[in-house]
């Protein structure tokens, strides 16, 4: 859609049955402007085919490029209503005008002034509607627009998904990541092959300032967060390996890719290609464009190319799909990789030297952690997942949250030294008599021992241990605080 087009949402009547389709009036508004009615339709670059009326079981959407082109489609949809005996709910039809302006108040004045009408009903202006689920902003780029709306109408359903698991028990890492795709990630990632590729390009180019972006992909950081038991501030490199998920903007991208495939592949005589055609003629046309105004077909090249993919636009091909998923984990890697040597990264640190031993890569990243599938209960599998994370409960880690110097973050049980997670598992005298009764986990470890050795271990032998360590330790804090 371009700017300066105006759209009237028209949702007929409920009375009608569900088996009624009305795929004629595609055919007479396009009859009708081939004999000379001007009815203003938008035009397709490249192939210069003309947009019919969107139809989609009760909901109609009428697309014009003229206010008065728009008042002639109306007119026709009227007219062809009658013919048939068909209703259209007037109160629940919506005049949007899709300006492109900065703020969407004198867009809406503009489409009020043009007074259209149906059946001799006055159309409401509005500044947005929602089209197939995917929401529509008169000042707003798509993806500023559905992003939003889509991560509010997905916080309902996790929290709903929660809700159901709590009550029926459902504990499994497993089962819960499954759940969270099926009625989380179904409902935030709906449409977001088309409107999600503005967001996909800042963030495999590295540039996060979207607000609209980060409240998707902090839902569903936040749920793999609440999976593992871990605090909000743990990286997110370290949250997406350790659950064996991907960034939710790679899902994205490899959405639009299986789009982009069927789009070039379609009949030349189908929506489907032409419209593809058409942004594509508008991505390779000269001049510069800022994301939120480029084609689908730029922003899609764009979020490939950051990631090492390249998609020639004058040459329209399919994608191996094999091709950037390979990418989509090359990229992941490197992001924590360079994320590791920054200043100051100690948890990335500990996360790629300590638990992985410098051996961590682009495979690895898309298996989750051996002990979310062999530990069922939460209470056994947070513990571990805290010492692998480096979000755990000692002071190395809760020493951040007054800013305490980390060479100062001492261990208040034993004063041996920062309350690192390598001292709490081989130090720290506080646990001395748990290493006794897991003996099985450090008499086999070679010297120098390490903490990539001790993770080896048996997952659910790891994960009951973890679970001794943070009770110990919570006895003691608990004592401390009653003396």
Request: aromatic share 6%; charged share 15%.
């Amino acid at each position: 859609m371009e700017p300066g087009r105006q759209d009237a949402q028209l949702r007929h009547s409920r009375e009608q049955t569900s088996q009624l389709y009305i795929d004629d009036l595609e055919a007479t508004m396009l009859a009708a402007a081939q004999r000379g009615a001007r009815l203003d339709l938008p035009r397709l670059r490249g192939s210069g085919g003309m947009v019919p009326p969107l139809l989609y079981a009760d909901d109609t959407t009428l697309l014009a490029t003229s206010a008065d082109g728009l008042q002639r489609q109306l007119d026709l949809l009227q007219q062809y209503c009658e013919q048939w005996g068909l209703t259209v709910n007037a109160a629940k039809t919506k005049l949007v005008l899709l300006s492109g302006q900065r703020t969407q108040q004198p867009a809406v004045d503009t489409a009020q002034r043009a007074a259209l009408s149906l059946a001799g009903q006055p159309l409401e202006a509005v500044s947005s509607f929602k089209y197939l689920g995917i929401t529509f902003h008169a000042s707003s780029c798509i993806a500023g627009a559905a992003a939003p709306a889509r991560a509010v109408a997905a916080r309902a359903a996790m929290h709903s998904c929660n809700a159901r698991c709590a009550a029926l028990g459902v504990e499994a890492a497993p089962l819960q990541l499954r759940l969270f795709s099926t009625m989380v990630d179904a409902v935030l990632s709906y449409g977001s092959e088309v409107w999600g590729m503005q967001l996909a390009a800042a963030s495999a180019a590295g540039k996060t300032s979207s607000t609209a972006g980060s409240k998707a992909e902090r839902l569903h950081l936040a749920h793999l967060r609440r999976l593992l038991g871990v605090r909000q501030g743990t990286p997110t490199a370290v949250v997406l390996a350790e659950a064996g998920e991907r960034p939710l903007w790679q899902r994205w991208v490899l959405r639009a890719v299986k789009l982009w495939n069927l789009a070039v592949t379609a009949e030349q005589s189908s929506l489907l290609w032409q419209a593809m055609t058409a942004s594509v003629a508008l991505a390779v046309a000269p001049g510069h464009r800022i994301p939120a105004r480029q084609p689908w077909a730029q922003q899609l090249a764009a979020a490939l190319a950051a990631m090492g993919v390249q998609l020639d636009l004058h040459q329209p091909q399919p994608v191996c799909k094999a091709e950037v998923q390979s990418a989509c984990s090359t990229w992941q890697l490197k992001q924590l990789q360079d994320a590791t040597t920054r200043e100051g990264a100690s948890k990335l640190q500990h996360y790629t030297q300590g638990v992985w031993g410098g051996t961590l890569d682009a495979a690895s990243l898309g298996t989750r952690a051996a002990y979310l599938t062999v530990v069922r209960e939460r209470s056994r599998r947070a513990p571990l997942a805290q010492l692998r994370t480096g979000s755990h409960w000692g002071a190395e880690e809760t020493g951040r949250w007054d800013k305490t110097p980390p060479e100062q973050r001492l261990c208040r049980h034993c004063g041996g030294g920062v309350e690192t997670v390598q001292h709490i598992i081989f130090d720290c005298p506080l646990y001395a008599g748990l290493r006794t009764r897991f003996s099985d986990l450090f008499c086999l470890l070679p010297e120098p021992r390490t903490l990539h050795a001790f993770f080896q271990q048996p997952p659910a032998r790891l994960a009951t241990f973890a679970a001794s360590l943070k009770l110990q330790w919570q006895v003691a804090h608990d004592a401390a605080v009653l003396l």
